[in-house]
């Protein structure tokens, strides 16, 4: 990991409760986190020290910080509602769910979009198909990316470099060395961002600086190193997109490739998360004579989890590409719902306990 930015670790000194927030990418499933944010953005009690955030996750994590220096709380909440509008326009069912007729029909359209399920899946699946047997060099060699303009018209990404108001920590891949690349925000770039959302049987590698980036997510989804060791908050709250676990063995080949990118995209929190529960083993309860500020951190951090649970899972990996307005704005309200249950349940734990058990992670569940 390499990252030109020094360390800013300093003691909290605001009343409120001080949070890192740790965001997976997992696609337009970045619309459940984005209403997880909506709802913690409504909480003033809280305070959103740093954000860790990959793929999905780094666009809301930037959209966040560009928000919060124009408008504040209110103004976040904004802008990352922009950003999801503008993510629904690239739906072809977008003009229609959002005109008058859309809006009076309202839950009728949920039997209308099914009828276009016979047309629409096979072009999915013959899109699929060319995709594994071009490379995105061959089927877009202009390169485009509709993302650019929908980060580039939503984000300001000079006040996200200048937001005082949290930190940020962008993930990528070097497709070079396979080495994790931690972008700090004092450098942040629309490409930065794009190379965090880089998925290369779709998009050409972002260049940066001379290095070709993939997704952040296959080296750390999202990484939480740059929580421990450059943030001031204790509590580290995780938004997991990406189901751990599955109760059926998929058994047809867009199953099985599903899976396997689930998989592939766990598997470096995985490994952090058995690391950090590793070093608490090691650390105890008691500070650690002559030990080093990270083995401090690491004792005194608590870790906490929202996840979208069997309603998100039960959405399917190929969902990930949907970006109609009606599944977005679902996404938007299970997330919110998550984030307020949490808070309701263990609001009075931040500052006090753990209420994620990494050490599952470690010993298996």
Not at 69 to 88: C, H, I, N, P, S
Request: with cysteine.
């Amino acid at each position: 990991m390499t990252s030109s930015k020094p360390s800013r670790r300093h003691k909290a000194t605001s009343t409120k409760q001080a949070i890192d927030l740790a965001l997976q990418g997992g696609g337009s499933h970045g619309a459940f986190t984005w209403g997880v944010l909506d709802r913690l953005l409504e909480d003033e009690t809280l305070e959103i020290a740093a954000i860790s955030g990959t793929s999905a996750g780094a666009m809301n994590a930037v959209a966040l910080a560009s928000g919060l220096m124009d408008g504040g709380r209110e103004g976040a909440q904004r802008v990352l509602r922009q950003f999801w509008t503008r993510v629904a326009e690239l739906s072809p069912f977008y003009s229609l769910q959002t005109s008058p007729l859309g809006t009076l029909m309202g839950p009728a359209q949920a039997w209308i979009e099914p009828w276009f399920k016979p047309w629409t899946d096979p072009l999915q699946q013959a899109a699929d198909a060319l995709g594994h047997t071009l490379s995105p060099y061959q089927l877009n060699p202009l390169n485009l990316n509709p993302l650019r303009d929908i980060l580039v018209d939503t984000v300001d990404f000079d006040r996200a470099r200048r937001c005082h108001k949290t930190q940020l920590f962008i993930a990528a891949t070097q497709v070079r060395t396979g080495a994790l690349r931690i972008f700090g925000q004092h450098e942040l770039t629309a490409d930065m961002v794009l190379a965090s959302a880089c998925l290369p049987l779709l998009f050409q590698a972002v260049e940066i600086d001379g290095e070709a980036y993939w997704d952040g997510g296959y080296a750390g989804n999202p990484s939480l190193l740059p929580l421990l060791t450059e943030t001031r908050a204790d509590d580290l709250l995780l938004v997991q997109i990406n189901p751990t676990l599955r109760d059926t063995v998929p058994t047809t080949a867009r199953d099985i490739l599903d899976r396997i990118n689930e998989v592939t995209f766990n598997a470096s929190l995985i490994k952090e998360l058995r690391t950090l529960a590793m070093m608490k083993e090691l650390v105890g309860d008691k500070p650690p004579a002559g030990g080093t500020d990270l083995l401090e951190r690491v004792r005194q951090l608590r870790v906490h989890l929202i996840e979208g649970g069997t309603a998100l899972s039960a959405l399917g990996a190929g969902s990930k590409t949907n970006t109609q307005w009606s599944f977005l704005a679902n996404l938007h309200a299970m997330g919110r719902e998550a984030a307020d249950r949490w808070l309701h349940d263990h609001r009075g734990d931040l500052g006090h306990r753990s209420t994620l058990d990494i050490g599952r992670a470690l010993h298996g569940p």
